[in-house]
């Protein structure tokens, strides 16, 4: 029932084939965000590549790591979303980003214990690769359906991304649990070889969109080194003009503020929960629980946006959100950490899935790569800030429940600017500026 809803009216071009080609790179790279971001990753790093360092010093250069990446993309998003357009190369250049992620990846598995230095290299090759290609994966929203199926098609690809990431991870997880049946000699040795697997399953999993899913056309006629000059012209002229764009400008700004916080519970509530003294197999259990509530609650918020507003139903994960940092901060038991789990599961992909589709209905679909250039600008600057200041929160205060307040702080601001939005820019009219 809800597939069929998600293919009325698409035509030849946006049908069925072409919107789960798309979809399933959701599934494909959140592998990654599972396995190496919030999984593995974080616990090797403070077990593995940290050994005799502090979990406050641990948790600090993992805060930095996240932020190298993400100022990498901050420098480069716009000015690539603008070239991708102007070059008709979005799907080009979202396998090169892709591409690279997944060596970074897959080298992860070769790094020995103690060298932290080079894991963080890795680390952020990898995670810029894996960014910079969702960035252009966001922009092909536009091209694979009509506006009035967005919020659903985005909940769709946010949920096959959270039960396919969630697969990947239990079956890392399982084979870290009893490495002796898969020939492995540790549980470290069955987590360092996830980060093959996972660059082997982002890999396959992207063939889809590969061949099912158009290159959407260029914004004018030539490319070459003509399409680098359209893109740098364009880019200024928007650049330019971006205070003419006035829902576009709040939204960011409120994106901007709230996707951070959600960020920052994503890359740093394994490493939090490890620091609070919760074993592995109960982090582990907590995030598997994220992410299977993840696949049938992201698809229900996509719904629930095109029901009451994605304002509402963003609104309603922040508060959710909020509830789960204060109780966060003073859990002491681990059904608490899965309480906690639970509770993000049933928010976390709604309020990613209706701000890429609310988004999308605020911005020109022929510029949606790089308006979404903009977009995930916000985003990986949100990055660049939340997890070192959930590290330096920890680490000024000695301990590291205060890093929830920072989280809390990003929420409320974020809630608070989103509802400057007037009602019009949500609803099926998508225009640049405010009249």
């Not at 716009?78 to 992620?101: Q, S």
């Amino acid at each position: 029932m809800v597939t069929e809803e998600f293919m009325q009216g698409s035509g030849a071009r946006r049908g069925r084939r072409t919107i789960w080609g798309w979809a399933l790179y959701d599934w494909a790279n959140s592998a990654f965000a599972t396995v190496v971001l919030a999984g593995f990753f974080p616990l090797l790093f403070q077990d593995f590549w940290n050994v005799g360092t502090t979990p406050e010093v641990a948790n600090l250069r993992l805060g930095w790591s996240n932020s190298a990446a993400s100022l990498v993309i901050v420098l480069s998003a716009p000015l690539l979303g603008a070239l991708a357009d102007a070059a008709g190369a979005r799907k080009r250049l979202l396998f090169l980003f892709a591409l690279a992620g997944m060596i970074a990846t897959g080298l992860l598995a070769g790094v020995p214990g103690g060298a932290w230095l080079s894991a963080s290299l890795l680390f952020v090759c990898a995670t810029v690769g894996f960014m910079g290609a969702n960035l252009l994966y966001d922009a092909l929203l536009t091209s694979v359906a009509p506006p009035a199926q967005w919020h659903a098609i985005s909940g769709l690809g946010y949920g096959l991304g959270y039960l396919g990431g969630g697969l990947m991870y239990l079956g890392c997880v399982v084979a870290a649990l009893r490495p002796e049946a898969f020939g492995f000699a540790d549980s470290t040795q069955a987590a360092l070889a996830a980060f093959v697997a996972t660059a082997i399953w982002w890999a396959l999993f992207s063939l889809p969109l590969l061949l099912l899913v158009p290159e959407p056309p260029a914004v004018g006629a030539a490319g070459g080194r003509s399409a680098w000059l359209r893109g740098f012209a364009q880019l200024r002229t928007t650049l330019g003009n971006l205070r003419r764009y006035r829902s576009v400008c709040i939204f960011l700004l409120a994106y901007w503020l709230y996707i951070d916080g959600v960020g920052t519970v994503i890359r740093m509530a394994v490493a939090y929960g490890r620091a609070l003294g919760f074993e592995r197999d109960q982090l582990i259990t907590a995030l598997l629980l994220v992410q299977f509530i993840g696949f049938p609650s992201a698809i229900a918020f996509g719904l629930l946006g095109q029901r009451i507003g994605p304002r509402r139903g963003i609104t309603i994960g922040l508060a959710v959100y909020i509830l789960v940092c204060i109780w966060g901060a003073l859990i002491r038991s681990p059904w608490e950490f899965f309480a906690i789990a639970i509770l993000v599961g049933l928010v976390q992909g709604g309020v990613q899935a209706l701000s890429r589709s609310c988004y999308a209905r605020l911005i020109p679909a022929h510029m949606s790569g790089e308006f979404f250039g903009f977009y995930n600008l916000m985003g990986k600057f949100a990055a660049l800030i939340g997890p070192p200041l959930f590290g330096l929160f920890g680490a000024w205060f000695g301990d590291v429940r205060y890093s929830m307040l920072a989280v809390i702080l990003l929420f409320v601001a974020g809630g608070v600017v989103l509802w400057r939005l007037p009602d019009s820019a949500f609803g099926n009219k998508r225009s640049l500026s405010d009249s």
